[in-house]
């Protein structure tokens, strides 16, 4: 059991064992591919950065005509407004489960406390080490792309389309390509120079919580925030430049937080965490990408939580470790 390598404190919580989306069983069960596409990978969170995505263009955007030359004026704004959602994404789920404990070890992944291995963090201390680069690199970084993304339209450089079946379109091209490459550029950073110079800086929070999100080396946050190069090319409405600020910045914090469900009130819970995602941090050779685009599984690096197939993957890791 994997319980028994957790700490007794911490409850014995057990996700369920990861299967594949709907969208790649065979033969194809139309109804539950498509609920799963157009209902299940949205909600709630992606319903919810869409949603937020409207006022954050109307009320908390420079206007276009500002932002058609570089200024550091606009941009510094962009970076406050920026800090401050990321601050009450991840600040917020910090100080509900892990500082006030909410809902106590209730669908706790996490094995142990956070900032158990204080050798490891600046400060010595895990939380503030992790506020340090989401926050410094981070935003810094998501901000630069989203400018340089603005400015391409504020400046004329490709025009800006305002339709709505266009619009869809690009969420469901961006998640595709965000996905791929996460995974891309998540192997790469496995290659042992990178792991060792870049990629380290994220793992060394085994266990995790909503600021380890986007605590990442800037070298990793320019291959992870690339995705708004996309709109550098195929041109979309500015709102869609939102959309993947958020989605990057913002769903790694919740996926993070080390907790696979919110309880809210007595008899509602929303999905948050990622096993599958926990389950890379806890093993880190396995499960490099995501189930939405399970290359995992047709590359033979899939761990689904369960015992024999964590067996497998160890006997897999030795034979490639030898040969
Ligand atoms: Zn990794
Ligand atoms: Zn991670």
């Not at 990861?18 to 609920?35: H, N, Q, V």
């Not at 070298?219 to 996309?230: A, G, T």
């Not at 509602?268 to 096993?275: F, L, P």
Request: hydrophobic residues 45%; charged residues 15%; glycine residues 6%.
């Amino acid at each position: 059991m994997r319980s028994s390598s957790k700490n007794s404190a911490f409850g014995d919580y057990e996700p369920a064992n990861i299967e594949l989306p709907p969208l790649y069983s065979w033969p194809l069960r139309i109804a539950p591919a498509l609920r799963y596409l157009f209902f299940d990978i949205l909600f709630p969170l992606g319903f919810i950065y869409l949603a937020l995505a409207f006022p954050i263009w109307w009320y908390f955007t420079p206007p276009l005509e500002t932002m058609a030359v570089f200024s550091p004026d606009w941009i510094a704004l962009l970076w406050l407004r920026n800090c401050m959602l990321l601050c009450l994404f991840a600040g917020g789920l910090h100080w509900w489960l892990h500082l006030k404990k909410q809902q106590g070890g209730l669908y706790r992944m996490n094995r142990k406390a956070l900032a158990t291995d204080p050798k490891a963090f600046l400060w010595g201390n895990q939380i503030k080490d992790n506020i340090f680069w989401s926050i410094a690199s981070g935003v810094t970084i998501w901000t630069g792309y989203e400018a340089i993304s603005y400015w391409i339209y504020a400046s004329g450089r490709l025009p800006i389309v305002d339709n709505l079946w266009w619009g869809i379109a690009s969420v469901y091209v961006l998640f595709f390509w965000s996905t791929l490459n996460f995974y891309v550029g998540h192997r790469f950073l496995h290659w042992r120079p990178m792991y060792q110079r870049v990629h380290s800086l994220h793992h060394r929070n085994v266990d995790i919580g909503p600021w380890s999100g986007i605590s990442m080396h800037p070298i990793e946050h320019l291959l992870y925030f690339s995705p708004f190069v996309l709109w550098w090319f195929i041109p979309v409405h500015p709102i869609i430049i939102i959309v993947t600020g958020l989605y990057q910045a913002l769903n790694p914090t919740v996926t993070h937080s080390g907790f696979e469900y919110l309880k809210l009130g007595s008899k509602c819970k929303v999905k948050i965490g990622d096993w599958y995602h926990q389950l890379h941090h806890q093993y880190f050779n396995l499960n490099y990408g995501n189930t939405f685009l399970p290359i995992d599984k047709w590359t033979g690096s899939w761990h689904d939580g369960s015992e024999e197939s964590l067996h497998t993957q160890k006997a897999q890791f030795r034979k490639r470790s030898i040969s």
